[in-house]
């Protein structure tokens, strides 16, 4: 080797040089800042879901040392004095475990407080902080939850219902006890029994009617000897610190299924942070490859050039990870400083700072860099010296390689999975459908985005096609730079199609599965509330359609026939009418006739009748009656017209009040939830003149299941919210990046007239492109997968509805194609305020 080219070398080695500024990769960094406080957030969420569980199960052991079993007997449970204590030697004192809620009432509200038995002779050992413990049967002690949640304080009055006819006894609060520490979940408001109250509150057992107790041992007696020496017969003696871990235990394994679930929107915000980071790189390292090239002139080793990209990843990573870390705890403390400032927390916590909420996240993020530019850096060390004498040539675009067929063939069997386990659903194998449905989700999706750079160019060709008619010359523009460069088009818009699909599909799916069930508890239950009663007054239809929130209610009349089952079948006598305004299935009432029984398939099954039969059923004047069946859906009654129940039963029926409830939405509802409702109902049919009244609310299930699924789709499009927020940091820079590549072109444009706010809405219209092609690829996807994952998961129980939201959908199209204009409005600015002689004389 010659003397030259070893001093070339030598001064590779010692020449330090920085590949790309640091600028170039802000949005790398901020996009690994938002993932990895995405993830502090959710291991600090954790932390403090655990400690809460520990603090609620804490507080039901303080005071006791140990825990003692003892099943009850037939007799005991139908004992009306206190039961004695479970004799445990070496126990000092023992007091029963209550687990029972108890309505208290104050100011017209009633609210149910969970009892605390407290040990006796110990009343003063909860910390007050107010007043002093209850010293008669007409005092009461609330913790400050339940005092916040009656609204009274010390000195005011509440009351209990007590005894069998529910008489309202009034208790003077006496005292308010802390809420226990470390919660953050909101603590259960508690009411505190003690010896002197413990009839007044719990009955005429004292709570002794209990399996589990609790006691305390000597002072400096060892609670695990004494229970492992009492630990015999029907007694199970375990020590207070065991009883309350097997508590928190099975609390936790409670939130095992939401910990996955909130480890898979993680996931995914990683996945979408990796192809904005690796898009970066990819752009910043092209942008840089004659630099490469001349490093390699001078003798740069490929080894060399690898570390440099190392270097550089290792501390975009670091620099993002540290940022995301520090982001995630503050905002975890801010969220506990505004919940204790709202009253939700008795004080300001202090976020769990650990080893996990540091170290994940850091180690989540550098891992995230490093996996992302494995490609880039790939690519770097393959570039050739003598691309530093000569403009690399733009690289060519594969129209169809090895990565397209392998993308195409896992769409096609992808898409053949999922339509299988839509199949298997329908034909009742619940099993094998969600796995097919769940594996080729997965399977189609990895291979649309493999082939996504094979469709970018084409759809964003359309897209910029039609708005160019609206947007002119700047759309034209921006339509051909997308085309261009399909392959970082394409990274930036597989970026966005993650979040918009997923989003998409949660959307679609929980619209579906409400209407689904809605559609089956109508079929089930079309009539919002049945109520029966031994006794009624004869005004009682009147009374419930009073109610504020209910629509209708009719007095009609039900009574029993035998058909030969082993149980009388139960009639229910409605007009056609009167079925049309109360059912939710009006449709009902062209199908019944006299003489005809309208009863559901799993009814007719029950009572072992079929469609079309004629039962002959005894009637009220002796003779015997021809009853014809009709199958209607799965009607979960038996539904007869008023003049065929008066011809079987004569006078052997009882009323029965039909109702329906006024629309969520309506003026009628106006303020007034389905418990208001449930709870107002209650009120009247527990009044003077019902007497062992019923209620069926079919309602209030369907009600109850849309609630259950419009909160559940909130906060999983909340969650999904961070990864479309990352996709959209991704379309910022990719619009940075090319206003610092097309800064000749930027300013051969500004000399031939073009102006600084075409130039804005140039960056405008390419940042609306991919947004669009990324929203509608997300759309479509999103409802194929919602309709065929509901299929999968629901098509063996109900027959699926498919519903899909339109409103909902077209918020989610707009408000993405909002997000790309905002996103485009900072590299829009830094186009439009480069001056054409700078632009012109730039160089790489």
């Known amino acids: ?92 004192v023992v ?32 910390p007050l902080l107010d007043g002093s413990p209850a010293i008669d049967a007409t005092g009461v002690v609330l913790d400050r939850a339940a005092s916040r949640a009656l609204s009274v304080g010390v000195g005011d009055t509440v009351e209990i219902s007590s005894g069998a006819e529910g008489t309202a006894v009034p208790l003077t609060v006496t005292g308010i006890a802390a809420a226990p520490e470390g919660t953050v979940l909101g603590s259960t408001p508690r009411v505190l029994v003690q010896e ?71 996931v995914i915000a990683l996945v979408t942070s990796a192809v904005v980071i690796a898009n970066t790189f990819a752009v ?12 390699r002139t001078l003798g740069a080793t490929r080894g060399q ?19 995301g870390m520090l982001t995630g705890h503050l905002l975890v403390q801010a969220a506990l400083a505004l919940a204790a400032a709202a009253g939700w927390l008795p004080s300001v916590l202090v976020v769990p700072v650990g080893l996990w909420s540091v170290l994940l996240p850091l180690v989540a993020g550098l891992a995230l860099t490093l996996l992302a530019s494995l490609a880039p850096l790939q690519a770097a060390t393959r570039v050739a010296p003598l691309q530093a004498l000569r403009p690399a040539p733009p690289a060519p675009e594969k129209r169809f390689g090895v990565r397209g067929a392998l993308g195409l063939a896992a769409v096609v069997l992808g898409a053949a999975a999922l339509v299988g386990g839509a199949v298997l659903a329908g034909r009742g194998q619940a099993g094998p ?93 079309p009539i919002d509330l049945v109520l029966s009663a031994e006794e009624m007054p004869a005004d009682a239809a009147a009374r419930i359609a009073a109610v504020d929130g209910m629509d209708t209610a009719v007095a009609t009349a039900r009574g029993d026939i035998q058909v030969g089952a082993g149980e009388p079948m139960t009639l229910y006598a409605v007009t056609p009418q009167q079925l049309t305004q109360v059912s939710h299935r009006p449709g009902m009432a062209d199908l019944l006739a006299d003489d005809v029984v309208l009863i559901g398939q799993e009814r007719a099954e029950r009572f072992g009748v079929h469609d079309g039969q004629v039962l002959q059923v005894h009637a009220a004047n002796g003779t015997t009656r021809p009853l014809r069946v009709l199958v209607d859906a799965n009607l979960q009654m038996s539904l007869v017209t008023p003049a065929t129940l008066s011809a079987l039963l004569g006078e052997r029926t009882s009323t029965v009040v039909l109702g329906d409830f006024a629309d969520p939405g309506s003026p009628e509802r106006a303020g007034i939830g389905i418990a ?3 709870s107002s109902l209650d009120e009247v049919i527990t009044a003077d003149g019902f007497v062992g009244a019923s209620a069926t609310l ?99 129980v109900f027959p699926i509805t498919i519903t899909l939201p339109v409103g909902r959908l077209a918020l989610v199209l707009a408000a993405t194609l909002l997000a790309g204009v905002l996103a485009s409005v900072l590299p829009g600015r830094a186009a439009a305020r480069t001056a054409p002689v700078t632009a012109l004389a730039s160089a790489d």
């Open 1 to 92: 080797m010659s003397r030259r080219a070893t001093a070339r070398r030598t001064a590779a080695r010692r020449t330090t040089v920085k590949l790309t500024p640091l600028r170039r990769h802000l949005a790398a960094v901020v996009t690994i800042a938002l993932s990895c406080a995405f993830v502090t957030v959710m291991v600090l969420a954790g932390s403090l879901v655990q400690s809460s569980l520990r603090s609620e199960a804490s507080r039901t052991y303080a005071g006791a040392d140990l825990e003692i079993t003892r099943p009850l007997t037939d007799e005991d449970w139908s004992s009306e004095a206190p039961l004695p204590a479970p004799a445990v030697d070496g126990a000092e």
């Open 95 to 126: 007091w029963p475990l209550v687990q029972q809620y108890l309505p208290l009432r104050a100011g017209g509200s009633e609210v149910f407080l969970q009892a605390a038995m407290l040990p006796p002779g110990r009343g003063g050992s909860a």
């Open 196 to 266: 002197v109250n413990a009839k007044t509150l719990l009955g005429p057992t004292a709570g002794t009617l209990a399996e589990a107790w609790l006691a305390t041992v000597p002072e400096g007696t060892d609670p695990a000897q004494v229970a492992q020496a009492a630990a015999a017969g029907d007694l199970e003696v375990r020590t207070a610190e065991e009883a309350e871990q097997a508590a928190v235990d099975q609390l936790l394994r409670g939130f095992t299924g939401l910990g996955m679930m909130l480890g898979v929107f993680v």
């Open 284 to 295: 910043a390292l092209a942008q840089r490859t004659r630099s490469l090239a001349l490093l």
């Open 305 to 323: 050039v690898r570390t440099v990209v190392l270097r550089e990843s290792l501390l975009v990573g670091l620099l993002g990870a540290g940022a």
């Open 433 to 525: 459908a969600v796995l097919a449905a769940v594996l080729g989700g997965v399977l189609s999706f990895a291979g649309v985005l493999g082939v996504l750079v094979l469709v970018t160019r084409p759809l964003a060709a359309l897209a910029a096609r039609l708005v160019g008619r609206i947007g002119g010359l700047p759309a034209k523009v921006a339509g051909a730079n997308i085309t261009r460069t399909p392959r970082r088009s394409a990274a930036t818009v597989a970026a966005l199609l993650i979040g918009t699909t997923l989003m998409t599909m949660m959307t679609v799916g929980a619209r579906t599965a409400e209407s689904t069930l809605t559609s089956e508890l109508d079929s089930r239950r």
């Open 676 to 678: 208001d409702l449930v």
């Open 698 to 796: 079919g309602g209030a299930e369907r009600e109850s299941y849309a609630q259950v699924l419009d909160v559940l789709l909130g906060i999983t499009v909340a969650l999904l919210a961070v990864a479309v927020l990352v996709a959209l940091v991704g379309v910022a820079n990719t619009l940075s990046l090319g206003v610092v590549e097309r800064t000749g072109e930027n300013a051969l444009l500004r000399t031939l007239g073009t102006t600084r706010r075409q130039m804005r809405w140039m960056l405008g219209w390419e940042g609306l492109l991919l947004a669009l092609v990324g929203a509608v690829l997300g759309l479509v996807l999103g409802s194929i997968y919602g309709v065929l994952g509901i299929q999968a998961l629901l098509g063996s």
